[in-house]
């Protein structure tokens, strides 16, 4: 009788292939599911299963999926080799198998190119990539953005249905352009601030539900109890008791992956739930709730009092802190003056604080950044202001400012508004929108070419990659790197920033080479203007180091990640998220450099953030100082 199953799925196909009985496959799981750590990588930890095992499982699962080998020449072969460190393609071969048999056909990677999906350059590159990762491809590309998973499946059902002769390629190819088009777009490749701290506000389904006042804390430890012991999620079974519409669940739905990226905030949560059932867009009500409530400056409640600013902004002394803060902790003179006498800081130090406090109360910028300008500063022992010059973060008042002669006539309200609803279209994500908008503002500047035009130019190329327009971004950025050569010059940082996105868009289409040349000339220049250990520059190294992770140059981007990890510890010290981050991924990279010297194989994913080992592209803070000029809107 011939086995069937469904998807493939690993777990599944682990007791098929009779590795693992049930009852040791539901510990597995149960163990995967409470440390969040792959099945794969769970097997082989509780020694069920040999790293060789793995590798050859999950080969074995892409061979099934893409109809090349049947299961029980699947299962006969892999119970010869299980534990014996054999390869899966070997032994197959061994045993009369074709390993050429199906490819004619359909292919996966052909065929994602024919349907104009993949460039035949991105293929090869994934296809690169591929053999040192050990994922199988359909995998690589759901995790890279490049399609969602519900076209991936239906590609692979389509494939399936070619070479049992249903479907001709013509036919399919037509097929899967109609599901992609109705499918919601796959996210595009990021982009992350070099010195982003990792996000603190991930809200989960029941507490949004609570605090929008839907359903009461009773009844959620109800669902939750039931969604425990009858196995259902949490939005099953609040639809099955009606104690939630379909709409609002949708809704919370919508609202938590804003509230988790910021974009909207917690206080804001009933008001943009209350809109959204007037039938208002998420982007609508997002624009609506943030003209009624946002106030000038953060409320007392969103606002810390200083003694938890003092916590937050220095975890390591944080013992200190709590014995200094007995008495007046809510006081900021008594604060400093206990600081002061515990001797728990030096006065230099104390003060430092005290200016960072200044700059969170006016609201200059976010916590995340008072944090970099602090341990800047103090491993500088330089002011908070000097750091501020020297990270090149300093901020405009956002003002209409006149413009003299031939410029005034574009420097008027009605551009500056086109710019402003723009902005707000891109913070609900309505990129399509804020494109056209950006469209007209570069008409209207294009004859004047000035330091307006390069400000459009930059958001249209930032909205194009969020678009997954990758060759219009191309387009606009080159134009941003020539017109930033003419007006501040070939050496400047202006300059230095532009090859570095560019290098950015590169990267995104596939484009290594160039990607390579136009980063270490981004390295260059910062390094003329800033010096060899500024953090700038160690963003620069972390993303030369990715460029040459993706082109297998596994040691150079082991240097380049060391370099980026000795500047960034000089710079904001040890326990700075940044520098954490890169520590992470130069052990990384050196954990896989000594895997690879060993006669046997990991397969070791290294995933992180939707993507494979390196992670996303880093970009430092659009600088407005910078890039606008006197002519700025």
Known sequence: MTTKLNSYLLGELTINLGILTQEQMDKVLAISSDT?????????????????????????????????????????????????????????MQFGWDGKQGRKEALLGDFLVECDILTASQLEGYLRQQQRVKLPLGRMLVAAGVLTQEVLDKVLTVQAMIRQGRFQRNEARDLILDARNRQPQAAAPKSKNFYAQPSKNRPKIGELLVIAGLISESRLMEVLELSISERKSIGELLLERRYLTPTQLENIVLIQANLADGTIKPRQLKLVLQKLEEGLSLGEAIVYANS?????????????????????????????????????????????????????????????????????????????????????????????????????????????????????????????????????????????????????????????????????????????????????????????????????????????????NLAKTHYYMGQLDKALSEIRSYIDICIQNLGGSHPDVACGWQNLGMLEFQAGKLKAAAGSYHEACRIAVESLGNNHPTTQNL?????????????????????????????????NWRTIAFDSSLNLGDSSF
């Not at 082989?44 to 499982?57: A, P, R, Y």
């Not at 050196?590 to 992670?615: F, H, I, N």
């Open 292 to 500: 009624e409530q946002l106030p000038a400056r953060q409320t007392d409640k969103d606002q810390l009092n200083f003694y938890e600013f003092i916590k937050c902004l220095d975890t390591a002394a944080s013992a200190e802190i709590e014995n200094s803060f007995e008495h007046g902790r809510r006081n900021q003179r008594i604060v400093k003056q206990t600081l002061l006498i515990s001797g728990a800081f030096d006065e230099t130090t104390v003060d430092l604080m005290d200016q960072c406090y200044s700059f969170y109360e006016d609201n200059k910028y976010t916590f995340d950044e008072i944090t970099t300008l602090y341990e800047y500063s103090r491993r500088r022992n330089i002011s908070l202001n000097e750091a501020v010059v020297e990270l090149r973060w300093h901020r405009k008042e956002q003002q209409l400012k006149p413009v003299a002669g031939k410029n005034s006539a574009s420097s008027n309200s009605s551009l500056l508004d086109l710019r402003e609803v723009a902005e707000q279209l891109i913070l609900v994500r309505d990129f399509a929108s804020a494109r056209q908008m950006y469209t007209q503002l570069l008409n209207s500047l294009k004859k004047y070419r000035d330091n307006r035009y390069l400000y459009c130019l930059e958001r249209s190329s930032f909205i194009c990659c969020e678009m997954s327009d990758f060759k219009q971004a191309e387009i606009y950025q080159v134009e941003v790197v020539e017109l930033n050569r003419d007006l501040h010059g070939a050496l400047s940082l202006a300059y230095a920033q532009a090859l570095s």
């Open 36 to 92: 969040g750590m792959p099945l794969g990588r769970v097997l082989v930890l509780s020694g069920l299963i040999l790293e060789s095992d793995l590798t050859n499982l999950i080969r074995c699962q892409t061979l099934l999926r893409e109809s090349m080998i049947e299961f029980e020449h699947a299962s006969q072969v892999f119970q010869f080799i299980l534990g014996t460190n054999r390869n899966l393609d070997d032994a197959l």
């Open 583 to 615: 520590v992470s991924k130069y052990n990384e990279l050196q954990t896989r450099l000594k895997a690879e010297e060993t006669p046997s194989d990991t397969a070791e994913t290294d995933e992180e953030e939707g993507g494979v080992m390196t992670g």
